[in-house]
């Protein structure tokens, strides 16, 4: 069974930065696109960024420029370097093995809060 151990949350002041981590067990995540979701306080599990096999990446509309999707395959894990962060991007972060269509693929794990407040 997949499992994923996401870190690196915590309370921050707009403007600010933080880097997530999501290490991955039970799969080589080499061989799949990895992604990062977010919940926030609307409750609704929303698309931030994924990196494919290829290292080519996407991101959610309110995220690009300021957020960057990495993974070290050596390590099996994946990372959210997250910058200049504003209020609404206040949520619980999770992530995500997908398949090549972009279906996901596993249970959630159980995420890491990211709080951006003065």
């Known amino acids: 069974q997949v499992q994923f151990v996401e870190s690196g949350g915590g309370l921050v002041q707009p403007g600010g930065s933080l880097t997530l981590s999501c290490v991955v067990s039970?799969?080589?995540?080499?061989?799949?696109?990895m992604a990062w979701y977010r919940q926030g306080l609307d409750n609704k599990r929303n698309f931030v960024a994924q990196?494919?096999?290829?290292?080519?990446?996407k991101y959610g509309e309110s995220v690009k420029g300021r957020f960057t999707i990495s993974r070290d395959n050596a390590k099996n894990e994946v990372y959210l370097e997250m910058r200049d962060l504003k209020p609404d991007d206040t949520a619980v972060y999770y992530c995500?093995?997908?398949?090549?269509?972009?279906?996901?693929?596993?249970?959630w794990g159980p995420g890491t809060q990211v709080t951006v407040s003065s």
């Open positions: 990196i494919n096999i290829f290292a080519a990446t």
């Open positions: 995500m093995r997908q398949a090549i269509d972009g279906t996901n693929l596993d249970p």
């Open positions: 039970g799969s080589d995540v080499s061989r799949y696109a």
